[in-house]
């Protein structure tokens, strides 16, 4: 039967984003996913969810006036954009301008400050409406423009599409995502943000196979390291909590630090069940501002941060999005995709601190903590300021002062005029 399934397929000319003969179950053309088994939790189609988040809630209000790191707006996100420089990036107009970016998730809320979608695709019946709150907080950290510039999105020119790949408690299947990821190629993805993910298998699934494929087309496919990781505070970090499709060699995997450079203690820790070291680098993820809409569930207990309609919250899902957002504005400036990560991770900064004992400095925090300004300087992406206009030069002998050679015309109309005059003198006497 799965033969001929996929004969059938393949007679109609399908394109595969994931090879007809992976020994997963599934059948994936770009316009379509076949999974071979009722819709369910299987080997075929896995369930997927977002990472567990950290959201302060108004019973730690009282602590957070004590200890800063529970303060929801207590500067780390200027501390992370200062590190990276990002104003001066905006500056330059490197805004992400144009550049196709997709994010899988929950879903968009309407009522979110600032952040609005281009284009939409939903799995689900009812339409993106996120009720989660997760997609449209991911969404705000990549193209937010709420109205003031405080919590900006970091590439917020560029064209957000959302695709609701998970259902209204924040978990869903693979096939969904692997249909989403489909949409996104069709409608020219450029980057793709999957700040979600399941427990890895003992070989590539179909998600990580759809994700390698997207990266081969030259999509950026950035996702978040996942938050199995107990490290300090919490006690010692253990190997192989990166999850899938994180794991993946192609994609770009993102662990969480604060905007100091603290490793997050639930930050996923590597290496990958097949070896690789993981995560990649790290970004901000820690007490990050969100727009989360309204009525959401990550909204109901959070500390709101004033009035602003936006909520701190903690995760590698928010470190994922700062990464897309980077990747926007990379190539908005003219970088190719395949260098993003190499530049990135050249420039990364290694003062990454909180680090649990027993874990690869790689395996814990990759090539370290982001410095998004000195990888577009270092990959010759930052605008040349003009050279300064070279002044005229003067007639003469270029010090101001008028040569022989400028005075010729008058030196030759006196003595013309001179000839004339005594001429004249001479017929007349």
């Known amino acids: 039967m799965i033969a001929l399934l996929l004969a059938a397929t393949a007679a109609w000319g399908a394109k595969w984003i994931v090879p007809a003969d992976t020994p997963t179950g599934f059948a994936v053309e770009e316009h379509n996913v076949r999974p071979m088994t009722a819709r369910g939790p299987s080997y075929a189609d896995r369930p997927v969810r977002i990472p567990p988040v950290e959201v302060p809630s108004p019973v730690r209000a009282a602590a957070a006036r004590k200890n800063p790191d529970l303060d929801p707006d207590n500067g780390q996100e200027l501390r992370a954009h200062a590190a990276n420089r990002i104003a001066d990036l905006h500056a330059l107009a490197i805004q992400g301008v144009g ?67 998970l259902g209204d408690d924040g978990s869903g299947f693979e096939s969904d995502v692997i249909r989403g990821l489909n949409w996104a190629a069709d409608s020219g993805a450029q980057v793709v943000n999957l700040s979600l993910g399941s427990t890895p298998s003992d070989e590539p699934d179909p998600l990580e196979l759809a994700c390698e494929a997207l990266v081969r087309k030259g999509i950026i496919a950035v996702c978040a390291a996942g938050n199995g990781g107990y490290g300090p505070p919490f006690g010692e970090s253990v190997p192989y909590q990166i999850s899938s499709p994180a794991c993946s060699a192609l994609v770009v995997c993102v662990g969480s630090v604060s905007g100091d450079d603290r490793k997050s203690g639930f930050s996923g820790c590597g290496p990958t069940p097949w070896g690789w070291t993981a995560p990649d680098f790290m970004a901000f993820g820690h007490l990050v501002p969100l727009a989360l809409g309204e009525g959401t569930l990550m909204l109901v207990n959070a500390v709101k941060c004033g009035d602003s309609g936006f909520a701190p919250a903690s995760g590698t899902s928010f470190a994922c999005p700062y990464v897309a957002g980077l990747a926007a504005l990379w190539l908005s400036a003219g970088g190719a995709a395949e260098d993003f990560e190499r530049f990135l991770a050249e420039t990364c900064s290694k003062a990454v601190t909180q680090l649990p004992e027993g874990v690869a400095f790689e395996n814990c925090a990759g090539a370290g903590a982001v410095r998004a300004y000195d990888a577009f300087e270092r990959a010759g992406l930052l605008p040349q300021p003009p050279e300064p206009a070279t002044p005229p030069t003067p007639p003469g002998n270029g010090c101001g002062k008028v040569g022989v050679e400028a005075l010729f015309p008058i030196w030759a109309v006196a003595v013309f005029a001179t000839g004339c005059y005594f001429g004249a003198r001479r017929r007349r006497s």
């Open 99 to 165: 550049i196709v970016v997709v994010v899988l998730d929950t879903g968009l809320s309407d009522s979110a400050s600032g952040v609005t979608a281009a284009a939409t695709w939903s799995a689900y019946p009812g339409g993106v409406r996120d009720v989660y709150g997760h997609g449209t907080a991911v969404a705000g950290v990549i193209a937010g423009r709420p109205t003031t510039t405080k919590y900006c999105g970091l590439a917020s020119a560029c064209r957000l599409l959302v695709a609701k790949v």
